[in-house]
């Protein structure tokens, strides 16, 4: 196992923290995309057919 500073560990903390954070913000607008066009249409060019249908 290597072994890290306190400095480091702090800094892939911080990392780690902030990443978690990308994600989030991330999958909020795809999941605002896809229910604004319902979950048929995704980047123009693709079609999602409903199970309903």
Not at 1 to 18: A, S
Not at 24 to 51: M, S, T
Request: hydrophobic share 40%; proline share 2%.
């Amino acid at each position: 196992m290597v072994k890290l500073n306190k400095e480091t560990k702090q800094r892939v903390k911080q990392h780690i923290k902030g990443s978690q954070c990308a994600v989030c913000w991330d999958i909020i607008p795809l999941a605002i995309y896809l229910v604004y066009f319902g979950g048929k249409r995704l980047f123009g060019h693709l079609y999602l057919e409903a199970i309903n249908e």
